[in-house]
């Protein structure tokens, strides 16, 4: 590689380091590393605990991504850019080479551990992971002139805008991109996105993305973007937004492509880490879906409807309307009702949110009640038949059910420790 050649990669080298399902990922990896193989280094010992690492992050973090977290991730891009500006161009490659690897290792580690355990819930947990990260970094670069200036110095060219970054990123995405002019306004240009793109990655389709809401210019959705960095305003949102249903989309690809090779010939610590991975995923789920209680506790009508939004089917709205009220009487946050409800194939984030906050009063001020067990079995959706505790034929309404079972709950664990309790403490 000539030295020019290495300056004008390093920046793509470094966005492929941080974003590691970028098209050009593969071929940086083969440019740099082209007598190794991106599969025999996923032999090597240093990759198991990698890929461990990674997906433990994704099961853990899933759609919420903390700020120490983006804090580390800012401080690494500093530490790098300074590392990166002394030395020659291969001494440069060098550093930037070995964090590549690194995270390419770790990346493609979870991809086979999701392909492995052939789950959809947990792949679905990975692609939500690495989509709300990307989203998170991505907003840090636009926002933080030190970081986007970080990587604009990496670039030689003339100069790097936001709209150039946000269109390199889109287009290694696969989304059909184009920029346009904005009137006579210098300080801002239109990213364009291909509408059919458009409608694929849109997070929902009302309000201010309905397509009838959006200016459209030869086919394609335009944006209005900054050209500088340090501000991060709607539109640059809204574009961070589709790159981040285009990330999503691109990792359940990845993840299908690869179990679609039935006999790939994947390294023996993936299927003992899928197995580790998927049972600790599934030992979160009732703890995010619990609160304290136990969802064995939950009266048997809310726990059908929770089971068909967990198998991923459509629900009638009444369903819906029940379970958000239930939810938020036994206190769940608006956030985690909607990761719950983006397991709904018709899931629409923008009217999932406006359906809870008017549900738990926060359009209004009117909190609506968890209905009756008369009107859930109208609504057909009364399952005494389930009932364990035999507390149905005793109570009219599903939270009267809930307390008596805590109650019951109660006792058990109170019961349970007295037997816990050494002997001599007893007497
Ligand atoms: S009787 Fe009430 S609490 Fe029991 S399943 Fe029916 S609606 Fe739910």
Not at 221 to 234: E, N, T, Y
Not at 266 to 285: C, F, G, H, N, Q
Request: hydrophobic share 40%.
């Amino acid at each position: 590689m000539t030295a020019d050649r290495n300056r004008i990669t390093l920046w793509k080298i470094l966005l492929s380091t941080f974003f590691p399902y970028l098209e050009d990922s593969y071929k940086i990896f083969h440019d740099i590393f082209n007598e190794r193989s991106l599969f025999a280094e996923l032999k090597r010992n240093h990759a198991r605990d990698l890929s461990w690492e990674r997906i433990l992050t994704a099961i853990n973090f899933g759609a919420r991504i903390p700020d120490d977290y983006v804090n580390k991730i800012r401080d690494q891009i500093l530490a790098l850019s300074s590392a990166l500006s002394v030395g020659s161009e291969d001494e440069k490659l060098g550093i930037l080479k070995e964090h590549f690897l690194r995270e390419m290792v770790a990346f493609w580690g979870s991809i086979l551990i999701a392909r492995e355990t052939k789950n959809q819930r947990f792949i679905s947990r990975l692609a939500t992971f690495e989509s709300k990260r990307f989203n998170s970094i991505m907003t840090l670069i636009i926002k933080d002139r030190d970081i986007f200036s970080a990587i604009a110095e990496l670039e030689p060219g003339k100069g790097l805008s936001v709209l150039t970054l946000l269109t390199y990123i889109a287009k290694q995405l696969r989304l059909r991109v184009r920029e346009f002019s904005y009137g006579n306004i210098q300080t801002r240009r239109a990213f364009g996105v291909h509408f059919l793109d458009y409608i694929e990655c849109a997070p929902t389709r009302s309000g201010s993305w309905k397509l009838i809401n959006k200016i459209i210019k030869e086919g394609y959705v335009l944006f209005s973007v900054p050209i500088a960095s340090g501000i991060i305003d709607k539109e640059s949102r809204d574009v961070i937004r589709l790159l981040e249903s285009a990330v999503s989309i691109t990792i359940k690809k990845k993840v299908e492509e690869l179990i679609s090779y039935e006999n790939l010939d994947i390294p023996e610590w993936v299927t003992d880490m899928a197995i580790k991975a998927l049972r600790y995923y599934e030992s979160l789920v009732p703890k995010e879906a619990l609160v304290d209680e136990g969802e064995k506790y939950w009266p048997p009508c809310m726990r059908a409807i929770i089971g068909e939004i967990r198998a991923g089917r459509s629900l009638p709205h009444q369903a819906r309307f029940a379970i958000t009220t239930f939810l938020h009487a036994i206190g769940w946050s608006e956030e985690e009702m909607l990761d719950l409800y983006r397991n709904f194939p018709d899931f629409d984030e923008e009217k999932a949110r406006y359906q809870i906050k008017h549900i738990t009063g926060q359009v209004s001020g009117k909190i609506y009640s968890v209905p009756s067990c008369e009107t859930m079995l109208s609504y057909g959706y009364c399952f005494r038949g389930s009932d364990e505790l035999n507390l149905c034929s005793s109570v009219k309404h599903p939270m009267q059910y809930y307390q008596r079972a805590i109650r019951i709950l109660n006792k058990e664990i109170n019961k349970r420790k007295k037997e816990q309790r050494p002997s001599k403490d007893r007497n």
